[in-house]
DNA sequence: CTAGCTGCAAAATCTTTGCAAATGC
DNA sequence: GCATTTGCAAAGATTTTGCAGCTAG
């Protein structure tokens, strides 16, 4: 059903695509909804969340399941970790390499088949440390 | 508000943190709520949300954001990794020691101040291997 | 042409919350 | 005694889906 093996360009996936690929904020499915409106004001949300599954099993964005109550969006679709504030719940691109040290920890684990890991740096952003903590 | 100083033992408190510990199936607050139920028949599903989470804050019992759509617990309070069946969605304890390594990892990332990372194993689990390809 | 896509609206899923009555300490 | 907790039910937040009409290739 998503293995979305011919699959159309329609200006909705376009512009969502585009705009998805402006931005480094990792935008919700709602935020894009938003930005994508700008241009296409009578595009439903439905048809947003769609197109992002659709883009996503195509491997041309990713999604982030952070610890966050909502899925975010990233127009980059390479291998890379985040970090996401405590406070703000802002998600930006971590700077290190991906390690390769992780995946000889993978080997470890018999059992199961493993494919992959999912790591996300959690901490509070320079706008953030700045303000008297929270409340 | 949830720096629960004083807090009061209820049964249904106690009964849901017996329930948790007993099981490593790390269950979601609903599932969670099922097994409850065989003992106080009459408890809420809030209860049992606002327990988790109490518990939660109280470092009694821990909170899992992985990457499905819903929130599991987890009986075991101390810091491990999980490892998640992509298929089937179970989550089971990962054997792998905390891995000091990705600490330094973290220290390389300069505007952030890290408070920690969460990290999470995905793979297919021995049962769904043997099964025929999802289908 | 026609399989795939859209907008709309309703539904589904998971979680939180207001309230009045009950209760642990 | 009284702050905390409970059950209930309604609301909230996010995501998915049925459907009839539309459209890219």
Redesign the pocket.
């Known amino acids: 059903m998503l293995d979305?093996?011919?699959?159309?360009?329609?200006?909705?996936?376009k512009v969502i695509l585009e705009e998805l690929r402006k931005v480094n904020t990792h935008p919700?499915?709602?935020e894009l909804y938003v930005m994508v409106r700008r241009r296409?004001p009578?595009?439903?949300?439905?048809?947003v969340?769609?197109?992002l599954?659709?883009l996503t099993a195509n491997g041309q964005i990713q999604k982030l399941e952070l610890g966050s109550?909502?899925?975010r969006f990233d127009g980059n679709a390479e291998n890379h970790y985040h970090i996401r504030c405590i406070r703000c719940d802002r998600v930006v691109d971590a700077s290190v390499d991906f390690d390769p040290t992780l995946d000889r920890e993978l080997k470890k684990m018999s059992d199961f088949d493993i494919i992959g890991y999912r790591l996300e740096f959690i901490g509070i952003c320079p706008a953030c440390r700045k303000q008297p903590p929270s409340g």
């Open positions: 979305q093996l011919n699959f159309r360009m329609t200006p909705q996936r919700s499915a709602d296409l009578r595009i439903s949300l439905g048809t969340y769609r197109n599954e659709i109550s909502l899925k």
